[in-house]
């Protein structure tokens, strides 16, 4: 059974920092393509951060570049966001996004949601 049990988030200050984490299992994580993706309330569902199997390449939204880094951890089959900086407009709920390419199609996988408030 595939799983995807996020931890971290909460209530933090404008110009702080959190450390979101997942934890995968039920797959092969280090065939996946990792994602952390947000939705803030009222709008769509959005594309954070995304890093490759392999962990060399990452790629990031503009609104947080220079300000949250994704990692993952292939043995512990863990992927992390820093987030630092924080600002009002990052307060969404996070999700953690799993890619898998099989022989019978791409499968796509989500973490169970976690919110993070930046507010004063």
């Known amino acids: 059974q595939v799983q995807l049990v996020q931890s971290g988030g909460g209530l933090v200050q404008p110009g702080g920092s959190l450390r979101l984490s997942c934890a995968a299992s039920?797959?092969?994580?280090?065939?996946?393509?990792m994602s952390w993706y947000r939705q803030a309330p009222g709008k769509e569902r959005e594309l954070v951060a995304t890093?490759?199997?392999?962990?060399?390449?990452?790629n990031y939204a503009d609104s947080i570049k220079g300000r949250f880094t994704i990692s993952r951890d292939n043995a512990e089959k863990m992927v992390y966001l820093q987030m630092n900086s924080l600002k009002s407009e990052d307060t969404a709920i996070y999700y953690c996004?799993?890619?898998?390419?099989?022989?019978?199609?791409?499968?796509?996988?989500w973490g169970q949601g976690t919110q993070v408030t930046v507010s004063s």
């Open positions: 890093i490759t199997r392999t962990g060399i390449t990452t």
């Open positions: 996004n799993a890619v898998l390419l099989t022989a019978i199609g791409r499968r796509n996988y």
């Open positions: 039920g797959f092969t994580f280090s065939s996946a393509t």
